[in-house]
């Protein structure tokens, strides 16, 4: 009935409806006008509305991952500043072990390079990727180093290696935690852009998963650096 009034009242001419012919058709028709759009406007306020709440909570959750790979940066660059002085003190005492020497440098450069990257890019899965073969590669060069280094009780009893010994020590329990708590960011900003409907926001505005740190996978890559000599 509403439509046929509506249709009606469509048809009428100004001149009736100011005559006052059809006026109360006119005045329906209007005020179902009225109140679809008054009604299709709420909705689009609070489409736009929870659009924007979503858009705000990737925000603050991208932004707290992002932070907590500041972390493992800060760490991660303490322990590459540490090396290079462990290596130098450890030289006078390694004279026939260069090799050793030189693959603990040289992994020590790779990471750091790839420390520089991830922290551009944190969540990235390429560079994340890269970052976490690069400090594998360090960890075993690093194993290796100080177990050559039981060897050699001088350079076990030299008090600048011990300073460091356990410098880096404190540094890689650091590193542990500080990559956990990346991890544990990461995971509640991906449940986020992945969870029904909010995911549609995430893929308009491209809010991608952040690749996580991966676990350690074999039994040697579990356990800690060897850093007491």
């Given at each position: 009935?509403?439509?046929?009034?509506?249709?009606?009242?469509?048809?009428?001419?100004?001149?009736?409806?100011?005559?006052?012919?059809?006026?109360?058709?006119?005045?329906?028709?209007?005020?179902?006008m009225?109140?679809?759009?008054?009604?299709?406007?709420?909705?689009?306020?609070?489409?736009?509305?929870?659009?924007?709440?979503?858009?705000?909570?990737?925000?603050?959750?991208?932004?707290?991952?992002?932070?907590?790979?500041?972390?493992?940066?800060?760490q991660?660059?303490?322990?590459?500043?540490?090396?290079?002085?462990?290596?130098?003190?450890?030289?006078?005492?390694?004279?026939?072990?260069?090799?050793?020497?030189?693959?603990?440098?040289?992994?020590?450069?790779?990471?750091?390079q790839?420390?520089?990257?991830?922290?551009?890019?944190?969540?990235?899965?390429?560079?994340?990727?890269?970052?976490?073969?690069?400090?594998?590669?360090?960890?075993?060069?690093l194993?290796?180093?100080?177990?050559?280094?039981?060897?050699?009780?001088?350079?076990?009893?030299?008090?600048?290696?011990?300073?460091?010994?356990?410098?880096?020590?404190?540094?890689?329990?650091?590193?542990?935690?500080?990559?956990?708590?990346?991890?544990?960011?990461?995971?509640?900003?991906?449940?986020?852009?992945?969870?029904?409907?909010?995911?549609?926001v995430?893929?308009?505005?491209?809010?991608?998963?952040?690749?996580?740190?991966?676990?350690?996978?074999?039994?040697?890559?579990?356990?800690?650096?060897?850093?007491?000599?």
């Amino acid at each position: 009935m509403v439509a046929a009034c509506g249709g009606a009242a469509a048809n009428l001419s100004l001149e009736r409806c100011r005559n006052g012919r059809g006026a109360h058709c006119c005045f329906r028709g209007a005020l179902t006008m009225s109140t679809g759009l008054v009604m299709f406007l709420a909705a689009l306020a609070a489409v736009i509305g929870w659009g924007v709440l979503v858009y705000n909570r990737f925000v603050t959750y991208r932004n707290g991952y992002q932070n907590a790979f500041s972390q493992i940066d800060v760490q991660l660059k303490r322990r590459h500043d540490l090396i290079p002085n462990l290596v130098k003190a450890a030289q006078a005492y390694l004279q026939h072990e260069r090799q050793t020497l030189e693959a603990v440098t040289a992994a020590r450069l790779q990471a750091s390079q790839a420390r520089a990257a991830a922290a551009a890019r944190p969540g990235d899965a390429a560079a994340i990727d890269t970052l976490d073969r690069s400090e594998s590669i360090l960890q075993g060069a690093l194993t290796k180093f100080f177990a050559l280094a039981e060897a050699y009780p001088q350079l076990r009893a030299d008090e600048t290696v011990a300073r460091l010994t356990e410098e880096l020590t404190t540094t890689e329990n650091r590193i542990g935690f500080a990559r956990q708590a990346f991890n544990d960011a990461a995971t509640e900003y991906n449940v986020a852009v992945q969870q029904v409907p909010a995911n549609v926001v995430a893929v308009l505005f491209a809010f991608r998963p952040a690749a996580l740190l991966r676990a350690t996978r074999t039994q040697a890559e579990r356990e800690p650096v060897a850093v007491t000599l």
